[in-house]
């Protein structure tokens, strides 16, 4: 791949830069890919367009960098606050006062999923050190994958409502501790009193930064139409800012996203769409998150004791998350059927676990490359087959609809369209 583009180089030369054709090039097979998939098989996008960021990654390319640094760790995080946003604009606090119980699922299946990764890592002899960064990254579900795997599936319930709060709840636990491991791993002499000013700095600047951005938006729509594509932009425009901000001066721009979204969900009282608001822009960033995460985790190495490793953690990681739901399914109002399915829906890993790694890679290379040697492969198979483990799981939730590939054709015979 490499002696391919170094070919390309000499005789292409795009006033844009090659590696801006190489990504076009990439995303426009990853969009076809991802559709191709979706049409034929039923499986989300998003299993297509990880598949072509991992061949793209195994077979060499270089757009992605590891760790994770300049526009590539800036498009993650943008892509990331886009949903983050999203996904805490869906967080019904009034559900939790009359259903206490599902906030007692998420903090069980994650506490549940740290112990267990913890002590499986330990038992693999991995040192104590990156043994708790890894199970930090295990923690998170990921809220795009399984939000990517909802608008495709088309699917509609309590394990799907569900499904969604605990992995933006799980994003939110393992970004807090990941931040404050990450600065406590950067210094590695310093007490733990020592390590406390950076970490509030980071919460403050991101709690800060995420009501801003929720008083600039809820002021916007006091004036603009939800369905406007000047107000889309608008949003849009204010996220990139935030995520830039945020980044810049200390905090975490996925958190001060996600707080955001979580705050214009309580301030503004009438409901709005933020998918129809964002519309292709978001879409296209989203999708070159997933293409750009398996393309950087595909650059791992591979080995036997790393694979069985991989093996382990991903068990481990799924019968934790099933086992902290089960615990906590005892008068939520859910059965233990769907308390199966959503465990199941859980599993996805994606963008936020690469995130939180590279951040332990930046704070300490050493542990940072013990830590990415197992958190990465788990990262690409878990993006790929936990896309494909959720859907399976909404789908015999009876949850999600019959995939586009199901549905008959209209009598004109012009294909079915998209929802």
């Known amino acids: 791949m490499n002696e391919l583009m170094s070919f390309w180089g000499q005789w292409l030369r795009p006033s844009a830069g090659l590696p801006i054709v190489q990504w076009a090039l990439l995303l426009a097979v990853a969009s076809a890919c991802g559709y191709l998939i979706y049409r034929h098989t039923g499986l989300p996008k998003v299993v297509g367009y990880s598949l072509v960021g991992m061949i793209a990654g195994l077979l060499g390319f270089s757009g992605g960098h590891w760790p994770l640094e300049g526009i590539g760790l800036f498009l993650i995080e943008l892509a990331i606050s886009i949903v983050l946003f999203d996904a805490g604009g869906r967080i019904p606090w009034r559900w939790f006062r009359h259903n206490p119980m599902v906030l007692v ?19 693999l002899n991995v040192p104590r050190e990156a043994a708790g960064p890894i199970a930090l990254v ?13 608008a495709d599936t088309r699917a509609t319930g309590p394990v799907t409502d569900r499904a ?25 002499g310093s007490s733990f009193f020592e390590a406390v000013p950076p970490v509030l700095v980071m919460f403050g600047v991101s709690i800060l930064m995420g009501a801003l ?40 721009a996925p958190m001060a996203a996600l707080l955001g ?24 960033i989203t999708m070159m998150m997933f293409v750009l995460v398996s393309t950087v985790a595909a650059q791992a ?108 054709l209209p009598p004109s015979g012009e294909a079915p369209r998209e929802s």
């Open 105 to 123: 699922q998420s903090v069980a299946e994650s506490i549940f999923t740290y112990l267990a990764v913890y002590w499986s890592m330990l038992w």
């Open 164 to 188: 969604i709060v605990l992995a933006t709840l799980s994003t939110l636990y393992a970004l807090t501790f990941g931040g404050a491991h990450a600065q406590m791993l950067a210094r590695p």
């Open 138 to 150: 295990a923690v998170a579900a990921s809220p795009a994958v399984v939000m990517r795997v909802v």
């Open 301 to 408: 190495d591979w080995s036997g004791t790393i694979a069985a490793s991989v093996l382990v953690l991903i068990v481990v990681r799924l019968a934790a998350k099933a086992l902290g739901v089960a615990v906590g399914n005892a008068g939520s109002g859910a059965s233990w059927r769907q308390a199966v399915w959503l465990g199941a829906a859980l599993t996805p890993m994606s963008a936020i676990a690469l995130l939180i790694a590279s951040q332990f890679m930046s704070a300490s290379p050493s542990t940072g490359a013990i830590i990415a040697g197992i958190a990465l492969p788990t990262i690409l198979l878990m993006e790929v087959f936990g896309a494909v483990i959720a859907t399976a799981a909404l789908y015999r939730a009876g949850e999600a609809h019959k995939p586009l590939a199901a549905l008959p």
């Open 213 to 252: 951005l929720s008083l600039l938006i809820r002021l916007a729509l006091r004036y603009m139409s939800p369905a406007s594509e000047n107000t889309s932009i608008l949003v849009l425009a204010l996220i990139a800012a935030c995520t830039a901000t945020a980044a810049h001066l200390g905090g975490s």
């Open 261 to 284: 979204g979580m705050l214009i969900k309580q301030l503004h009282p009438r409901p709005w769409a933020l998918p129809r608001m964002l519309g292709t822009a978001s879409s296209v």
